[in-house]
Antibody, heavy 121, light 108 residues
Framework: QVLLVQSGAEVKKPGASVNISCKAS????????ILWVRQAPGRGLEWVGI????????TYAQKFQGRVTVTRDTSTSTLYMELSSLRSEDTAVYYC??????????????WGKGTTVTVSS | DIQMTQSPSSLSASVGDRVTITCRAS??????LNWYQQRPGKAPKLLIY???RLQSGVPSRFSGSGSGTDFTLTISSLQPEDFATYYC??????????FGQGTKLDTK
């Protein structure tokens, strides 16, 4: 069974950093890219970044450039997303999702349950 | 960046109804269009990829169509578990991975 298991909820103060983990299982870890997507309360889905677990290369949404870092640990099949300089607008549920593919079509076929990050003084 | 616009933003329907949701891309994206369902408090779930291909395990009452800039998601006979929010997402030019703003489907 393919699973992405995320770490638990976090409460942070403005200006702090948060580090969320996403542990993959049930498939070959290095064969699928992983995306991070967030959803603010009552809002839609917003792409944050993507990592190739094979080589570790990353691409981030322009909005988060300089504040987000996505890494991976191939020994434990775990992905990490760190977001720094937190502000109240970063309060959201953060999801990791596997980028599945069929021919040249890509889609997010497996999702973690989400990690709630609350930024509050 | 490619912008995705869904309509309507919200929709009220009854069990058994046929429902159609529309997604429009700001430029042609071929068939590189995915649909997701998100129930309250849950992660999104892939329903359809490549505009019309049903993801494994998804009921056949869901179908997708379209190409270029205009796409539709149709639920042929609405079931109680289908009341949720639906998102389209383009995969033609990525990154960025852009989603529509969502369509909330609730009971009439």
């Amino acid at each position: 069974q393919v699973l992405l298991v995320q770490s638990g909820a976090e409460v942070k103060k403005p200006g702090a950093s948060v580090n969320i983990s996403c542990k993959a299982s049930g498939y070959t870890f290095t064969s699928y890219y992983i995306l991070w997507v967030r959803q603010a309360p009552g809002r839609g889905l917003e792409w944050v970044g993507i990592i190739n677990p094979s080589g570790g290369s990353t691409t981030y949404a322009q909005k988060f450039q300089g504040r987000v870092t996505v890494t991976r640990d191939t020994s434990t099949s775990t992905l990490y997303m760190e977001l720094s300089s937190l502000r109240s607008e970063d309060t959201a549920v953060y999801y990791c999702a596997r980028r599945g593919y069929s021919s040249y079509y890509f889609y997010m076929d497996v999702w973690g349950k989400g990690t709630t990050v609350t930024v509050s003084s | 960046d490619i912008q995705m616009t869904q309509s309507p933003s919200s929709l009220s329907a009854s069990v058994g109804d046929r429902v159609t949701i529309t997604c429009r891309a700001s430029q042609s994206i071929g068939s590189y269009l995915n649909w997701y369902q998100q129930r309250p408090g849950k992660a999104p779930k892939l329903l359809i990829y490549a505009a019309s291909r049903l993801q494994s395990g998804v009921p056949s009452r869901f179908s997708g169509s379209g190409s270029g800039t205009d796409f539709t998601l149709t639920i042929s006979s609405l079931q109680p578990e289908d009341f949720a929010t639906y998102y389209c997402q383009q995969s033609f030019i990525t990154p960025p991975y852009t989603f529509g703003q969502g369509t909330k489907l609730d009971t009439k």
